[in-house]
């Protein structure tokens, strides 16, 4: 079992940057596949990244990619999202979720965990 709780979001201006937190409760996080999603209001919630086990390899929704850096830290049992450049259609409800797999998953209905969200909002 793993609990999930984000942080870091809030309003930010265009062009801007954010960081957003994930600490993960449970002896087992780091033998999940994590990964960040987000639901705008109105949308269906969408994959953004996401990193396997050992941090190595990851993968990104190509609209974010090159603006957005996912990343985690095992010791501490947390994961981290950078987003740069950020754009009013970045706008949305962040999720982390975590998922017993050991390859990378962008499909939210394999992901087991979920945090409770934390709102991301940029102003044009």
């Known amino acids: 079992q793993v609990q999930l709780v984000e942080s870091g979001g809030g309003l930010v201006q265009a062009g801007g940057s954010l960081s957003l937190s994930c600490a993960a409760s449970?002896?087992?996080?780091?033998?999940?596949?994590t990964g960040w999603f987000r639901q705008a209001p109105g949308k269906e919630r969408e994959f953004v990244a996401c990193?396997?086990?050992?941090?190595?390899?990851?993968d990104y929704a190509d609209s974010v990619k090159g603006r957005f850096t996912i990343s985690r830290d095992n010791a501490k049992n947390a994961m981290y999202l950078q987003m740069n450049s950020l754009k009013p259609e970045d706008t949305a409800v962040y999720y982390c979720?975590?998922?017993?797999?050991?390859?990378?998953?962008?499909?939210?209905?394999?992901?087991?965990?979920w945090g409770q969200g934390t709102q991301v909002t940029v102003s044009s």
């Open positions: 979720a975590a998922a017993p797999h050991t390859i990378l998953v962008f499909l939210s209905s394999l992901y087991d965990f």
């Open positions: 449970g002896p087992t996080f780091s033998i999940y596949t």
């Open positions: 990193i396997s086990p050992s941090g190595g390899d990851t």
